[in-house]
């Protein structure tokens, strides 16, 4: 009875049920996610041994019908999903107190689920529908805070993102146009019988790229990332930048390696990865204002290591753009979170205003102080594992061009170092300059710790935990991330598992 | 097992540490004390040990981590723990009344923990990581005290991550050619690399030790974070961690390498190890000038980290038995008396309220008579005169430019000691002769407990003086271990047949030359002293505020030498920094708000993936 | 003659597609933005019908018997369809809300003004 | 400038379309995994619409997500127009009575044209979003004409929510009793009657009364 689909059916209809319970409807993703978080921890050693596929709809064997693949990538990213979910609704009881928040908790279950479907579905369109979910449900809730740059930031990201969604869709048609069929192995198969040549082919993999890069934040296409980023409640920029790129990501890396095996593309994306690195961190350094945007921007460098990884294309460079995906997600949505109540204690999301935070909400700063090593890739924390195995993955590649790239990676991490201890020092060794101005909201003692509201804290220490956990035994993540690996350069096996059963 | 036990207790005991201060500030203490102490006694264990274990294997690089102890880790190893050591006791009452102190013994016993990881390791994979650990725990400790510290600390964080991200472009490479990280394969490994690699890894990886190390155009952060940091953290940074460039040096010169190696690299009549005396020299004489035009007292112990790192950069690229000795004899030396210095300045600063300009000081001869012996004896030796410990190594190193036809290092490094002299008397006239000032009347000596370890460091400056044979020892079995001929020694110094030394003669023709000088003082008229005002004012009445103490020190001296010593290097990385920033800021224009550019960007991107894919 | 009566559904399809993104890409009030969003969504449906399209085709529907399968047209497109107009009213429908409370922030539908948040 | 820039873009990606294109010549037969459903779709759904078995059947996760798609969207205008003003509904004018009669009398009728093409999606061209459309112009029809008899929204959120519990819930059943996720473990029945093709009427008809109390929200939350 552990069906995988149980991940994407159980939190849907508990989120039908959540505006039905009006005050209860807070503690419904908390469940929800919990729920998915043991049942994909379940599913692990099943699917380690061997990829469980699903049938939906009458179970007519593919590509006859809808299916889900919960191979060990699926289920994966679905348990990080469900990890980091988990631990941000658990926040967000808290810190969603004003607005429609029931249509808040609903909407970000749905956008999980979302997210949940883009894994682990095998089925384009199906993707493509899962996408949507995701991408109009984040619209609304960037938009959730009713102020004007949540508003802005919406109809930008909403413009950016339909024409992007646009995109995809053509890619799909253009796909069935050729084969007449829509599952992915089935396409992948096909593909790999007819001439690589074809410019339908081509012309249809720019417009995947394309349109599944601007979710996933690939360089030109990202500039809805830093104004949603920032001006989304902190809840949802986590989110956001946790999950809802990674499923971007994850589409990209779905696309070019098993639909189209595009190996002489590869440099390509790799290159493109080493370009949106640069960017994002470059522009993280220049902005000196705006804490949020400055972490939106350091993600977008981040989704550039790890495409630029996913570009090395060969099991170790794969291994470590998920690895670091794993990384970041931790990583990041913590650093989200902690600064959004250092954000709504200070009252401002000015830099120069966390000074000194660091004795009055010491635990939030210490946590994001972990985070920030995590990113920068300082061991002990998890961001070293995953930055060492793509750098060695780099330079394994033995080609120039890679080496080149792993230099910039190493020039972008000093960056992202110089930007992270600008925070980090603010937090700690700056004296708060003006105590009335630390002091907006809650009419806080000056001299007090104000730290945030236990449940609100557990969340962020779990995280900071686990990124500690992960840097000093990385085993803990590596077993299942090694198969995904594996499982994302086997094509052919990924053909023969799902088109073999009939 | 006794190495895990050491990383389990620096490790642990710093968090324990931690925790305890949640409880009582004593309890605080007194771990603090009992784990840096454990570390000492543990690590004496271990001498001539030759210990080599895996402790931990990486699963997805394959990789086994391991610990291992030989004569050059333990060297450096008892080093650490005992500078460890004595900075805790110094700390507990120079730190009394500060605050976050849970912060400052936690990051302290981390450092110290981290230190000891890099040097125990046996592979690069866990040297990098404990190295890292060690530069972002320093960072945090560097930028404690705020105020000019968090410049000083993110100018160290920045140039410690460009040093540190080289090595581990080295350690990688070397990872992917040859499938191990283990010190002792890859040595034998890198026996058969052509020539090119080499110097790759070569350069590359010294680049980090350079930056730690200081040495000259990379020397900028130094100053700053030993200046800015609490005294007894300056006293281990430069006695200790600014030390693990030249462990890094060491170790990839000589035992990773090799001699043979090393001496196949020439380019022409350039060698690798011309250049990096040459940096060495400059090191010495740049160092040494900046340090006399120094008015703070830190800022010139700081500046004479700098300097005597190339004293042992000189001694120990020339592969000579006597060059190597005194190299690393330096390191120990420079370790003892740099500390020394700094607990002297240290509790001057204690004692004084803050003070650090030493201008503003005089005269607390009196008022603090033991410091001043520490002061004295730690400055005589970072000068070299005999009967200290500085004089063997520098000695040694002398000997070694000058029998070895270097005529321009030898000169450099004599440049260096005139500097050191002078910038040495500064600081001791300055602080501790002359006038005492009005609002020092009252000062005390340092707390007692301050005075502990200033003691136990002077009586060490001594007995190395006068007994080198003792640390000497250890160090040519460092030698031994990487088939360097080792210099004999005996216990008064060196033995007659490898270039004599023999302290107890020098201690012989010093007692007596001593005793000379005070019969003719015996002999001459006894001094008469006289009021001030007497020769300053002619006998008319001068408000004490406006007496004239000893300023502008060197003056003329100053004047000519401050034009060439503009630090070039350090504005030029200024620039860089701030043409980085202008570029972000450039760059971050590509996002200019409208969104019809950024629908044009994606339309943009799909005709571009178009258009190559049709054309290429 | 006979390549535009040939294509004539993918020329008007790709037609209101372009059409749609010139107008994303250069005007400047929101609406005629979400408007040529929807032109790009339209265009976009009409090609998946037309993919599915058999020349002389009729509905997939048996509703009466002695209809001839080989001349039904492909019912996926069509369903597909149903599911991407669905996503089109919705992403219509938010743009539309979310253009309300803009005008009332900014009192001004002008893309080239509404840019507060940038670099 | 800007417009010659985006017409030279325009241009290019044209060009690739067009080659693209070549491989996929218009009206030709070229179907494949939907020759299998014309050829087995009533056999394995008992739904005579092809479409509509595909629909639910075949694709009926894609259909749960559509419909999760506009409840998001109707959440999503809740969301974005929270704590909106409420400021023209006072100052509307009555209706005229002729158009208020009209209103009164057609809404039941439309009502009634709505259901009975979500009911009979299986049969006929039609389904569960079409009808819900036709309820939610009904809807429309009467906040235009008669203002004042509004329905309240919270019956829209019920409705809404119900409607997506019975599609998630059908589903379980059939992962319990068929195995699989959206399975039809209802009997078939004989095909083009009314009470056929096992569990998609019921689902057609959850979806219908979802999608017309989410449209009606939209409107609603729209004219507020």
Not at chain 1, 272 to 301: C, H, N, P, V, W
Not at chain 2, 241 to 264: A, D, P, Q, T
Not at chain 2, 377 to 386: T, Y
Not at chain 4, 65 to 75: D, K, M, R, S, Y
């Amino acid at each position: 009875m552990l069906s995988p689909v149980l991940l994407i059916a159980i939190p849907l209809g508990f989120s039908f049920l959540a505006p039905l319970l009006k005050k209860g409807a807070k503690y419904i993703p908390p469940i929800a996610m919990l729920f998915n978080l043991i049942l994909s921890i379940l599913l692990v050693p099943q699917v380690m041994r061997k990829p469980i596929i699903v049938l939906l709809g009458g179970g007519w064997p593919p590509p006859f019908c809808i299916n889900l693949v919960a191979s060990p990538l699926g289920i994966l990213l679905a348990l990080l999903i469900s990890l980091v979910g988990f631990l941000v609704s658990i926040y967000a009881i808290a810190y969603i107190k004003e607005g429609a928040t029931e249509k808040y908790h609903t909407l970000y279950l749905l956008l999980l689920t979302g997210a949940t479907g883009i894994v682990l579905t095998g089925d384009i369109f199906n993707l493509f529908v899962f996408f949507e979910i995701l991408c109009i449900s984040s619209y609304a809730l960037v938009a959730y805070n009713g102020d004007k740059h949540g508003l802005e930031s919406a109809v930008k990201y909403l413009i950016q993102g339909s024409i992007g969604s646009s995109f995809i869709l053509i890619g799909i048609a253009l796909l069935y146009g050729l084969f007449g069929t829509l599952n992915m192995a089935d396409i992948a198969n096909n593909i790999s019988y007819h001439s690589l040549q074809s410019p339908t082919l081509y012309v249809a993999l720019a417009f995947f790229i394309t349109g599944f890069g601007v979710e996933g934040a690939i360089f030109p296409l990202n500039a809805w990332l830093p104004d949603a980023h920032s001006s989304a409640p902190s809840t949802i920029s986590a989110i956001l930048s946790g999950i809802a790129i990674k499923t971007g990501v994850y589409a990209i890396a779905r696309v070019t390696y098993t639909l189209f095996s595009a190996k002489g593309f590869m440099i390509f994306i790799a290159t493109i990865g080493i370009i949106t690195l640069l960017i994002g961190e470059m522009s993280a350094l220049g902005q000196k204002k705006d804490i949020k945007r400055m972490l939106a921007y350091s993600s977008i460098g981040q989704i550039g290591l790890i495409i630029f990884a996913f570009g090395i294309a060969t099991y170790y460079g794969i291994f470590g753009a998920l690895f670091q995906l794993v990384n970041h997600a931790l990583a990041k949505s913590l650093l989200f979170l902690a600064s959004g109540y250092m954000i709504y204690r200070v009252g401002s999301k000015e830099l120069s205003a966390f000074e000194g935070l660091g004795k009055k909400m010491p635990l939030s700063s210490l946590v994001f102080t972990i985070g920030a090593f995590s990113l920068i890739g300082l061991p002990p924390f998890a961001g070293f594992m995953s930055k060492i195995s793509i750098i060695s993955a780099g330079i394994k590649a033995n080609n120039t061009a890679l080496f080149v790239f792993v230099i910039i990676v190493l020039f972008a991490t000093i960056i992202e170092g110089c930007y992270f201890f600008r925070v980090v020092q603010n937090l700690y060794f700056k004296k708060s300059r003006d105590p009335a101005h630390n002091c907006v909201r809650d009419g806080c003692p000056t001299t007090q710790k104000s730290e945030m509201p236990i449940s609100a804290l557990i969340p962020i220490i779990i995280l900071a935990l686990l990124i500690v956990a992960i840097g000093i035994y990385p085993r803990l993540v590596t077993g299942i991330i090694e198969s995904a690996a594996i499982g994302l350069m086997d094509k052919v096996g990924y053909i023969h598992q799902i088109l073999g059963i009939f | 097992m006794i190495l895990i036990t050491i990383l389990l207790i620096a490790f642990g005991g710093a968090f324990v540490t931690y925790l305890a201060g949640k409880i009582s500030g004593k309890l605080r203490n007194i771990l603090a004390v009992l784990v840096s102490l454990a570390l000492v006694v543990l690590i004496s264990l271990i001498y001539r040990r030759e210990i080599s274990r895996e402790y931990y294997t990486l699963p997805f690089l394959n990789l086994k981590l391991i610990l291992m102890s030989n004569p050059l880790s333990w060297f450096f190893a008892i080093i650490i723990a005992g500078i460890g050591l004595l900075s805790i006791l110094y700390s507990l009452e120079y730190m009394k009344d500060k605050e976050r102190l849970d912060y400052y013994y936690f990051t302290l016993l981390f450092i110290n923990a981290s230190m000891l990881g890099t040097v125990i390791s046996g592979d690069l994979l866990s040297f990098f990581i404990f190295w890292e650990i060690m530069s972002w725990s320093t960072y945090l400790l560097i930028s404690y005290k705020g105020g000019k510290a968090i410049a000083a600390g993110l100018k160290y964080i920045i140039m410690s991550i460009i040093g540190s991200l080289a090595m581990l472009l080295v350690i990688i490479s070397l990872y992917s050619r040859y499938g191990t990280m283990e010190i002792s394969a890859i040595a034998s490994y890198m026996q058969t690399a052509s020539i090119g690699y080499t110097l790759f890894i070569l350069i590359t990886s010294s680049l980090s030790f350079v930056i730690i190390n200081a040495f000259w155009p990379l020397h900028t952060w130094l100053p700053d974070a030993h200046a800015e940091a609490v005294s007894p953290f300056s006293s281990v940074l430069s006695a200790v961690l600014v030390r693990k460039g030249i462990y890094g040096l060491y170790l990839f010169m000589y035992v990773i390498l090799g001699l043979n190696i090393l001496n196949k690299l020439h380019v022409g009549f350039i060698s690798f190890s011309s250049v990096l005396c040459g940096i060495g020299a400059v090191t010495i004489v740049f160092a040494a000038f900046t340090a006399l035009v120094q008015e703070d007292s830190k800022r010139i112990l700081a500046w004479s980290t700098v300097g005597q790192g190339g004293y042992m950069l000189l001694g120990i690229v020339f592969a000579t038995a006597s060059g190597m000795t005194g190299g690393m004899f330096h390191v120990l030396n420079h370790c003892i008396y740099i500390a020394l210095l700094f607990f002297v300045a240290g509790a001057i600063e204690h004692r004084t309220g803050g003070i650090r300009n030493i201008n503003e000081l005089g005269g607390l001869i009196k008022r603090m008579p033991v410091t001043f012996i520490a002061a004295l004896v730690g400055i005589s030796g970072l000068i070299g005169i005999p009967l200290t410990n500085g004089f063997v190594s520098k000695w040694l190193i002398y000997k070694t430019l000058i029998l070895g036809n270097h005529p321009f290092l030898a000169f450099a490094a004599f440049v260096g000691t005139w500097g050191t002299v002078l910038y040495g008397y500064k600081f001791i006239h300055n602080i501790f002769l002359g006038q005492l000032p009005e609002k020092y009347k009252h000062i005390k000596e340092a707390p007692l407990l301050m005075q502990l370890p200033m003691i136990l460091l002077t009586v060490t400056v001594i007995l190395f003086g006068v007994l080198p044979g003792i640390p000497l020892r250890v160090i040519s079995a460092i030698q031994r271990q990487v088939a360097l001929p080792p210099l004999q020694t005996t216990l008064f110094g060196i033995p007659k047949e490898a270039g004599e030394l023999n302290m107890i003669n020098v201690l012989f023709a010093i007692l007596i030359s001593c005793f000379i000088v005070w019969l003719l003082f015996r002999r001459a008229a006894k001094s008469v002293p006289v009021q001030q005002d007497d020769s300053y004012a002619a006998g008319s009445y001068v408000p004490k505020e406006k007496y004239h103490y000893t300023v502008n020190f060197y003056n003329p001296l100053s004047k000519m030498i401050t034009p060439y010593l503009r630090d070039v290097a350090s504005l030029f990385y200024l620039n860089i920094a701030r043409g980085t920033q202008r570029v972000c800021n450039i760059i971050r224009r590509v996002y200019v708000g409208e969104v019809g550019y950024y629908a044009m960007y994606i339309v943009l991107f799909l005709a571009f993936l178009i258009f190559i894919q049709m054309f290429f | 003659m006979n390549f535009l009566s040939n294509n004539i559904y993918y020329i008007g399809c790709f037609g209101l597609i372009f059409i749609g993104l010139y107008i994303v890409l250069t005007k400047k009030n929101l609406i005629k933005v979400i408007i040529g969003i929807n032109f790009i969504d339209t265009g976009v449906n009409l090609f998946l019908i037309t993919i599915g399209y058999i020349r002389g085709g009729t509905a997939p529907i048996f509703s009466r018997p002695g209809l001839n399968p080989e001349r039904m047209v492909d019912p996926i497109p069509q369903a597909l369809v149903l599911t991407t107009i669905v996503i089109g009213v919705s992403v219509l429908a938010l743009a539309l809300s979310l253009a309300i409370r803009l005008y009332h922030h900014y009192g001004t539908l002008n893309l080239r003004k509404i840019r507060e948040l940038k670099w | 400038m800007r417009k010659i820039i985006s017409l030279i873009l325009l241009g290019i990606v044209c060009v690739g379309i067009i080659f693209a294109l070549y491989s996929i010549p218009f009206g030709k037969d070229k179907i494949k995994v939907g020759k299998h459903y014309i050829y087995n779709g009533i056999k394995e759904t008992g739904a005579v619409n092809i479409v509509t078995s595909v629909v639910l059947n075949y694709r009926g996760f894609d259909t749960l997500g559509e419909v999760t798609i506009l409840f998001i969207a109707a959440l999503g205008l809740g969301v974005v127009l929270y704590g909106k003003k409420k400021k023209r509904k006072e100052g509307l004018e009555p209706a005229s009575l002729v158009l208020y009669t009209g209103c009164r009398f057609l809404f039941p009728l439309i009502l009634l044209f709505g259901a009975y093409i979500f009911i009979h999606g299986h049969l006929t061209p039609g389904g569960g979003f079409q009808g819900g459309a036709i309820i939610a112009s009904g809807f429309l029809l009467s906040y235009l004409g008669c203002p004042r008899k509004w329905i309240s929204k919270e019956r829209f959120n019920i409705t809404e929510s119900l409607g997506g519990l019975v599609f998630v819930i059908m589903g379980l059943i059939g992962l319990t009793i068929g195995g699989y996720f959206l399975s039809n473990f209802l009997p078939k029945g004989i095909a083009n009657t009314l009470f056929s093709a096992g569990i998609i009427p019921i689902l057609y008809c959850a979806v219908g009364f979802k999608v017309g109390a989410e449209l009606a929200g939209i409107i609603y939350n729209m004219i507020e």
